[in-house]
C-alpha cells in the first residue's frame, strides 16, 4: 500500500480555504463601494459650494454696475424658493432696453434667484439644476453708499454638521434640519462704490 506524504496531500485548494478568499475579497469590495459613496457625496458638496460662489460673484458684479440702483438690491427679503415668481417689468435683459437703475436691480434680483433656483436651466428629463433649498441675503451699508457688500448664500448639505451659526441668512428657517445642521453657508463680500 503506497503511502502518501504531506507534499501529495496539499496539492490544492480545499474548500474552507476558497471560501476564506472569497470573504477577505468582498470585504474589500464592500470598502471600495464605501469609499465610492463617500467620495460621490464630497464631490456633490463640492459643486453645491461652486455653484453657490459663481452665483454671488455674478450677482455682486451686476451691484457694482448698477451704483444708481445699489438701494435696491439691499431693500430685497431673503431670496431662493420663488421669492420672486415672476419677471419684472421692463425687461431688462437686452442692451436695448431702456430700464433706470431700480428697475435694473429688480430684474437681476429675479434673475438671480432664478439661478439659485436652477429654474435658469433645465433637461428634457425635467431635471434642473440650481442649489437645494437655497435662500440667498445680501447685505451692506444703510442706504447704499459705498462700502462692504456681502451676498451670503446657503443651502441644505447632504450630510449633518455640528457648526455654529455665525451669520444669520437661512438660519432658524427650518430647511436645514432642526438644529440647522444640514446648513452650509458661502459668504461673499467685495467693496462697492456706487459713486464710480
Same mark, same amino acid.
Given at each position: 500500500?503506497?503511502?502518501?506524504?504531506?507534499?501529495?496531500?496539499?496539492?490544492?485548494?480545499?474548500?474552507?480555504?476558497?471560501?476564506?478568499?472569497?470573504?477577505?475579497?468582498?470585504?474589500?469590495?464592500?470598502?471600495?463601494?464605501?469609499?465610492?459613496?463617500?467620495?460621490?457625496?464630497?464631490?456633490?458638496?463640492?459643486?453645491?459650494?461652486?455653484?453657490?460662489?459663481?452665483?454671488?460673484?455674478?450677482? &455682486?458684479?451686476?451691484?457694482? %454696475?448698477?451704483?444708481? !440702483?445699489?438701494?435696491?438690491?439691499? *431693500?430685497?427679503? @431673503?431670496? #431662493? =424658493?420663488?421669492?420672486?415668481?415672476?419677471?419684472?417689468?421692463?425687461?431688462?435683459?437686452?442692451?436695448?432696453?431702456?430700464?433706470?437703475?431700480?428697475?435694473?436691480?429688480?430684474?437681476? &434680483?429675479?434673475?438671480?434667484? %432664478?439661478?439659485?433656483? !436652477?429654474?435658469?436651466?433645465?433637461? *428634457?428629463?425635467? @431635471?434642473? #439644476? =440650481?442649489?437645494?433649498?437655497?435662500?440667498?441675503?445680501?447685505?451692506?451699508?444703510?442706504?447704499?453708499?459705498?462700502?462692504?457688500?456681502?451676498?451670503?448664500?446657503?443651502?441644505?448639505?447632504?450630510?449633518?454638521?455640528? %457648526?455654529?451659526?455665525?451669520?444669520?441668512?437661512?438660519?432658524?428657517?427650518?430647511?436645514?434640519?432642526?438644529?440647522?445642521?444640514?446648513?452650509?453657508?458661502?459668504?461673499?463680500?467685495?467693496?462697492?462704490?456706487?459713486?464710480?
Amino acid at each position: 500500500m503506497p503511502i502518501m506524504t504531506s507534499q501529495a496531500r496539499q496539492a490544492g485548494f480545499s474548500l474552507i480555504e476558497l471560501l476564506v478568499a472569497v470573504v477577505v475579497f468582498s470585504v474589500g469590495l464592500l470598502a471600495v463601494a464605501g469609499l465610492q459613496t463617500v467620495s460621490k457625496s464630497a464631490n456633490y458638496e463640492g459643486i453645491q459650494r461652486t455653484t453657490a460662489s459663481h452665483i454671488a460673484y455674478g450677482l &455682486l458684479e451686476d451691484m457694482r %454696475s448698477n451704483g444708481s !440702483g445699489i438701494a435696491q438690491y439691499l *431693500a430685497s427679503p @431673503a431670496l #431662493g =424658493g420663488g421669492a420672486i415668481a415672476n419677471e419684472p417689468l421692463p425687461s431688462c435683459s437686452s442692451i436695448a432696453a431702456e430700464c433706470t437703475g431700480d428697475q435694473k436691480a429688480a430684474h437681476d &434680483l429675479w434673475f438671480w434667484e %432664478s439661478v439659485v433656483d !436652477g429654474s435658469q436651466e433645465s433637461s *428634457a428629463a425635467g @431635471a434642473s #439644476g =440650481g442649489i437645494v433649498s437655497p435662500t440667498m441675503c445680501i447685505n451692506g451699508p444703510v442706504g447704499g453708499g459705498p462700502g462692504v457688500y456681502v451676498v451670503t448664500i446657503v443651502w441644505r448639505g447632504s450630510v449633518a454638521m455640528n %457648526s455654529a451659526v455665525i451669520n444669520q441668512c437661512g438660519a432658524g428657517s427650518g430647511k436645514y434640519g432642526d438644529n440647522d445642521e444640514f446648513r452650509r453657508v458661502v459668504s461673499v463680500p467685495t467693496f462697492i462704490d456706487p459713486s464710480i
